[in-house]
């Protein structure tokens, strides 16, 4: 009797904990895309996946307007930007889910992450927004860039955007509040790549850094490699 009452017990605090306990961000699939080069490292490549030519044409869709960045993969829908819009549609057929405007020219990849969808506007005096991926609501909105804002990387919570202003800023991805500001010397035109504690993003002056992903303070820099080399127009990859 006592192994029964035991059992029921624990039966009835697992049911507890699956109806009580908050919800968690579903991690990402092997099929999954949700940021610019795949992930928050920036590498271009999934491993997991093995496509070769001849390829098939399944769907197409007529946006109506110039797609100018690459679409982001999670579940059975793709994002994609445009110059004026963002659109949601269906991964096995293409269907229409909805469109949300942007402001002005747009060129960066959404980020998504559970729920949201992270994107940025490169132009003056633009946002950096937050939409809900089921209806492209927006969630919030930071307009905190006096020019623009690039690709963004979004780990553990905290939304990482640089700026063509030479800041970089993080941001609480839950509300758009700014954590915190690093003012650099050179343009940021690439997406920061966070990793154990840290973040690394190039400028457009030809240097590396490396920050505190918790205070934004620099670790260290590198370079400069301008003018003889230009200045660090991709992600620094990271080996751990």
């Known amino acids: 009797m006592k192994k029964v009452f035991i ?48 390829l098939t044409l399944v769907w197409t869709y007529q946006t109506g307007d110039t797609i100018v960045n690459s679409a982001s993969v999670v579940g059975n829908k793709v994002f994609l930007k445009t110059r004026n819009n963002i659109y949601s549609l269906d991964t096995a057929d293409g269907n229409f889910n909805w469109s949300a405007p942007t402001t002005l020219y747009s ?8 729920n949201t969808l992270y994107t940025e506007h490169t132009c003056n005096n633009c946002a950096l927004k937050a939409y809900d991926t089921s209806t492209g609501t927006v969630r919030w909105s930071s307009s905190t860039f006096p020019s623009g ?8 919570g905290v939304v990482y955007a640089g700026s063509d202003d030479w800041n970089l800023r993080a941001f609480d991805a839950a509300t758009g509040n700014v954590l915190w500001t690093t003012p650099l010397i050179g ?40 003018p003889s080399t230009g200045g660090v127009n991709s992600s620094p990859p990271v080996a751990s």
Not at 23 to 43: C, E, G, I, L
Not at 150 to 156: F, H, I, L, P
Not at 191 to 215: C, E, I, M, Q, R
């Open 149 to 156: 804002i690039r690709e963004t990387s979004v780990v553990d």
């Open 187 to 226: 343009g940021i035109v690439t997406a920061p790549v966070v990793d154990n504690g840290k973040v690394f993003v190039g400028v457009f002056a030809g240097h590396l850094f490396a920050l505190d992903a918790s205070t934004g303070a620099i670790l260290w820099e590198a370079g400069s490699f301008w």
């Open 7 to 54: 059992l029921l017990a624990f039966c009835f605090l697992t049911l507890i904990s699956i109806f009580l306990l908050p919800t968690r961000v579903k991690a990402q699939t092997a099929s999954d895309w949700p940021t610019f080069m795949y992930n928050q490292f920036h590498v271009g490549f999934n491993p997991t996946e093995a496509m070769a030519p001849p």
């Open 107 to 114: 060129s960066s990849s959404p980020t998504i992450v559970g």
